[in-house]
């Protein structure tokens, strides 16, 4: 193998195994096999990466678990709150001997995106494609002369090196909160779907699930889907809620799979991707109940160096196993946070990884930000 440079120039070495012609993010210095292969040797100049990424932005360095502190149930992180601390959010708090933040207020952006839009379930909702129509759509195609009112949650519950959204981290803190009516109050009748995002929506679940049924019961029946973009990871409690919600008013939940060995997916996104694989096998039970259109659909980030054909085939042989009609995303990346130094995705990359979804059995595989790819 030729040698490799990362964009910044300078040909990068694995600090573990000493090779070199490797693309290796200089933030984590770790190749690819080592984190696949040897974990447990890299691990702790893994979580020094992910201690500085956060501390940067006053977050706590990994999820607390203070003895005496209060538990929050709202991911799988199960934080153990000190006294007057935060989660590993950084937006639920223990103030006074209870756990609260991210339920009548929240720290929160959104802006209405013309349909159809650039979503990753564009192509198989009924907002780009028409699917559903007429229940859950305003058009056998898509939805031209409708909106939907994208919802950004200011936290998020992983640490992904990568984050193409790190800018709500500055000054987050200090953002006001913005109450579950003047969030609602947002739809109107041009409006045919909420999409929940961020960062992302679970630290804040609660603000976001009451402006769902707020907003639903304001439409009275009308079209408004209800579709969440998120890491998965979140209580299964909730998560029935949110499906719940989607399912009625034919919207879907997204689930970003960022990577399938655990330690892979440690050293991109700071934690554990257990509970993220968990409540996707239990959303795709509960998809089968409407086929039409999706209620689960799953993405994943080709990040050059790191998610490789061998990350994307295990990936969609555990959805094929699911469903084989399970709508599957590969998005080319862009260079971004800690990893701004990684080159784009290449063309090779790509069609690689294409390949390997489709021979591990799913039928509905799409490339997606096919302007960023670079050629070989």
């Not at 973009?229 to 719940?244: K, P, S, W, Y």
């Not at 490789?308 to 196993?321: P, Q």
Request: proline share 6%; aromatic share 8%; glycine share 10%.
């Amino acid at each position: 193998m030729g040698v490799t440079f990362n964009r910044a120039g300078g040909q990068i070495v694995c600090a573990n195994c000493g090779r070199g012609g490797l693309i290796v993010s200089r933030a984590l210095g770790v190749c690819l096999d080592c984190l696949r292969g040897d974990f447990e040797r890299v691990r702790a100049r893994v979580e020094a990466v992910h201690r500085r990424a956060r501390e940067a932005f006053d977050l706590p360095p990994v999820p607390p678990r203070e003895e005496a502190g209060l538990p929050c149930t709202l991911c799988a992180n199960a934080c153990r709150i000190p006294q007057e601390g935060s989660g590993y959010c950084g937006v639920r708090f223990n103030r006074g001997g209870r756990v609260v933040g991210g339920e009548r207020e929240a720290r929160v952006d959104w802006y209405d995106d013309p349909l159809p839009t650039n979503c990753v379930a564009d192509w198989v909702c009924p907002g780009g494609s028409g699917a559903g129509y007429p229940t859950f759509a305003h058009r056998p195609g898509p939805e031209y002369g409708y909106k939907n009112l994208a919802v950004f949650y200011n936290s998020c519950t992983f640490d992904c090196l990568f984050c193409q959204n790190w800018h709500y981290r500055l000054g987050a803190r200090r953002r006001r909160g913005v109450s579950v009516a003047q969030l609602a109050d947002q739809v109107d009748e041009r409006t045919s779907c909420i999409c929940y995002f961020g960062g992302d929506p679970t630290p804040q679940l609660h603000h976001a699930l009451a402006v769902a049924r707020r907003a639903l019961r304001r439409r009275r029946g009308g079209i408004l889907r209800i579709c969440w973009e998120t890491n998965g990871a979140m209580h299964r409690t909730l998560l029935e809620r949110m499906v719940e919600l989607s399912l009625r008013s034919g919207g879907c939940v997204k689930f970003d799979l960022k990577a399938w060995d655990d330690g892979v997916h440690r050293a991109l996104c700071g934690v554990s991707n257990k509970q993220t694989l968990e409540n996707f096998v239990w959303v795709a039970g509960r998809a089968r109940e409407r086929p039409q259109p999706p209620l689960l659909v799953a993405s994943t980030l080709l990040v050059p160096g790191y998610i490789d054909a061998e990350e994307v085939g295990r990936i969609a042989a555990f959805i094929a196993d699911l469903d084989p009609d399970i709508p599957y995303a590969l998005l080319a990346f862009h260079p971004c946070f800690y990893m701004r130094d990684l080159p784009t995705t290449s063309r090779r990359q790509a069609r690689e990884c294409l390949e390997a979804a489709r021979t591990a059995g799913l039928r509905r595989v799409r490339l997606g930000n096919i302007h960023l790819l670079r050629d070989e």
